[in-house]
């Protein structure tokens, strides 16, 4: 799966790096608070649920349940319509916004609550986005 | 000492002179023409404003220099469609605290026509920049509905339900002369009018368009030399939660709202009993559902029902969006403004869809992506 050109490119800060810089080397990379254990996203080095510095970068599973979405179906850069814009909540508990591949973009097919795997798409040589698809098996 | 229900008031409140396409007003001459209108309701000159307050991109400062003002208090408080709803908060505790005596709020935005309009895309190194912007989304109608589906099929929400919110404000915007859409409309015209973004179709989308609206306060005590009917400032709330679409806490329900709009009855001290007139900022059509069961109208899952079954209708006991809201009446893209105005109408009594005997009226406000939020309960009565 290749990406269209025109999508909106992200910029890492130092804060956000090292979750692009795994998903260059195809890993989906979350923290977790030292205190709690619990998973969060988007990356930052402190625990939004108690205020800790420590927390630990870990590799998640790459899977998780489709969670909800819209399908858009009016043109945007880097985009045929309709597409869908799906949130997907990880088995770690965190949820992200992502595309899903290979895959109809209808609702028929897009159906709340299936199982998704993480699919790691070149944007270029140092930004990969983890989208999703539908999980194997299921 | 705490502010006390009742203790600040809308002395003046004004749209602009024309809604819809504003071709021949820059952005900032809307706010003008909003505040000059608003002035001459409350009886004022410039000079007689010692505060101000507006939301980015236009500043106080801009403002202020614009009509000539010399304030001693100023709040660029900026969380969205709602930030009007915080400024009424933030200028009447200022008023209480002697900060200024006479606050002027304005909103002006060139949303159709685009005149000095000022495009706000997330920057590439934001979160939204990083964490959404790459997954496609293009503005309001591809963010705001992302969490619906999943309200929709945790409470067996059906699509002519949610088409039922569209149908109802168009009832009430055909009593509104000023409304953009009158004509009548059904369940199945809403579900036949084209899709924007799965589940929602165009008549499930808020108006683009250019206007303005504006709101001046100052204490009650000094309210009565007005030649308005005061609007009490019964109780005010305010929250926000994230610009994240993606990252709220609950997708059936917004925590901002669940922040905002009870400490707005706690302060007023009313129940939902009490309120005879509801605005909820309704930028898409799930909004008036999250709306009355996050303020509790409702319980959850119920928001449905109450609104198929007619509840909200004109002449039924919770008359709601009664200018026709953001689907029907106006939405430049900052819509709490206007339901503001037209919260301080009905309890004035001038409201062109007037409902009988409105004592309190609430009006509930979103900004962002259920980013944000703020509750205002006024009240022609003073506690």
Redesign the interface.
Known sequence: MTLEPG???????PE?KHF?DGTRDGKLLLQRCGDTGKAY??PRPFSPYTGTRNVEVFEASGRGTL????????P?P??KP??A???VELEEGP?????IVDCPQT?EALV?DMPLEVAFTK?DDDIT?PLFRPAKGS | MTIKPGEIAIVGAAETTKLGAIPDMAQIMLHADAALNAMADAGLKPSDIDGVACVGPMMPQQIAHYLGITPRWVDGTGVGGCSFMLHVRHAAAAIHAGYAKTILITHGESGKSRVNATPRP?E??S?N??????????GP???F??????YM?KYGVTHEQMAMVAVVQREWAAKNPRAAFKDPITVADVLNS???????RLLQCCLVTDGGGALILTSSDRAKDFPTKPCYILGSGESVETT?V??MED?TSSRAFRVAGPEAFRMAGIKHSDVDHLMIYDAFAHLPMYGLEDLGFVGRGEAKDFIWEGNTRPGAKLPLNTNGGGLSYTHTGMYGMFALQESVRQVRGTAPAQVPDVTISVAHGVGGMFSASGTVVLSNQRP
Not at chain 1, 7 to 13: K, L, S, Y
Not at chain 2, 145 to 150: C, G
Not at chain 2, 194 to 200: G, T
């Open positions: 999508r909106a490119r992200p910029e890492p800060t956000t692009w996203f988007p969670h909800s979405y819209v399908i858009h179906h009016r945007v880097g985009f309709p597409y814009i799906a949130v949820r992200m916004m992502t595309n609702p709340l944007m986005l | 997330p590439p190194q979160l920049g990083q964490f959404e912007a790459p997954f496609g989304p293009m109608p591809t963010l509905p992302i969490p619906v589906l999943r099929k084209k899709m924007i973004a799965y589940p929602f994240m993606s990252q997708f």
